[in-house]
């Protein structure tokens, strides 16, 4: 029996009064993964360095010497983050092929907070796709209906965390590759704004979109991990420089649910509960129900651009992953896979005047939703408008008709994807097949901490994150 399931506040309680240690808690984390081998979540398994770094964080417990609720605790990074002397692959043949020569920021930060990393997790190629259905490295699986893709990008931090492997798992969203994996896998993915955690030595695929954050049980672990990576970084001048206002202490209250008294959720009703699968809506319908019924204040808003939303991201999507792998798509176009490939190649026939208006527009609707917004603290839509899908699905059925797969990924993360707001997606059941279904919560830029109380007063009122995938 695993322990990974728990809190990671409740796990840091047992270190410190000695129920368990950081060895016991890594060498569980081990067996899960090797007994569950067959999801392929992960690419690498750092046996050696885990279990030297869960001997010293347990030294250093018994020393006196505690770096926080992360402290001794197993996580995982995806494939496409550095971690000093590991190969950086990025799900790919064209990577990785001298190992890094120092840890990306969020490592060092993730070291910094004593956790002890586990091993590097599946992703879909170049992080440019939604199913981690990888030729190089392996279809991984979906705990909850191995026959169904666990999404993507970041599948593999999905899954790894779903299946209680981990605590909690780095990943990294453009598009949704953080949001994705959340839903289908039934945990709790945090995409940062643009700008709050760095990217330094991290392998981009769009980089006006790109962003590292966690997939964990509850969004309060998700805050405890946004808290240890958030952080100004002279290696990415992107970043934001004022300090961090760490979001996990405010959630600490007597009774989560006071979160939820007063508010203001904003809904797009003719968007958000149109376009998905019946059990989607239903869900939606249900999670909106319970908010109100604990204080939150359910009110429809109108938010211009957003049915064009996923055609511009697409561009952007298409034509900054293709600039970057313009030589080597020339040089070795073979070693990428076929969608891979297909969708660089189709980065390379936007012009540059398609691209320059994709921008313009991204602008004109992020200064639309805020707008919007300027009334509620959070937007709430589904995740996505579909749950797991079967491997090989190209599109998916929605109101009786055929839709694109990479559209329908897109049509809800798009809103905090082209704004750079931050999202959270949290479980809110599961459909009539048995698979998790998600709930997207997005707030203004810099704003995690609304998003996180959402979630958090959220799961105090339901117990969905509490549902567990069945072992085999």
Known sequence: MTDLYRPIAELAGMLRSGQTSAVTLTEQSLASIDEQADLAAFVHVDLEGARAAAARADAELTAGVDRGPLHGLPVAVKDNIDVQGQHTRAGSLLLGDVPAARDATVVTRLRAAGAVLIGRTNMHELAWGGTTDNPHTGRARNPWNRDRV?????????????????????????????????????????????????????????????????????????AVVHDAIAWWDQRDRTTRREPVRLAAPGLQVDDPATHLRGLRVGMIADYALVGNQPDVTAAVRDALDALAASGAVISEIH????????????????????????????????????????????????????????????????????EAMRDVDVLVTPTLPFTALPHGAESVELDGRPASLTAGNMRYTAIGSMAGFPGLSVPIGLDHDGLPIGMLITARAFDESAVLRAGHGYQAITDHHLLRPDRR
């Open 150 to 222: 666990p999404a993507g990008s970041s599948g593999g931090s999905g899954i790894a965390v779903a299946a209680g492997m981990v605590v909690a798992a780095l990943g990294t969203d453009t598009g949704g590759s953080v949001r994705l994996p959340a839903s289908v896998n039934g945990v709790s993915g945090l995409r940062p704004t643009i700008g709050r955690v760095s990217n330094a030595g991290v392998v981009p695929l769009a980089w006006t979109m790109d962003t590292v954050g966690p997939l964990a049980r509850t969004a309060a672990d998700a």
């Open 303 to 370: 938010v211009s651009g957003v049915d064009e939303l996923v055609d511009a991201q697409l561009v952007v999507d298409a034509v900054e992953p293709s600039a970057m792998h313009l030589d080597l798509l020339r040089s070795r176009p073979d070693d990428y896979g076929d969608d891979v490939r297909t969708h660089l190649e189709i980065g390379l026939r936007y012009s540059g005047v398609e691209y320059v208006q994709a921008q313009r527009f991204r602008a004109w609707f992020r200064d639309g939703l805020l």
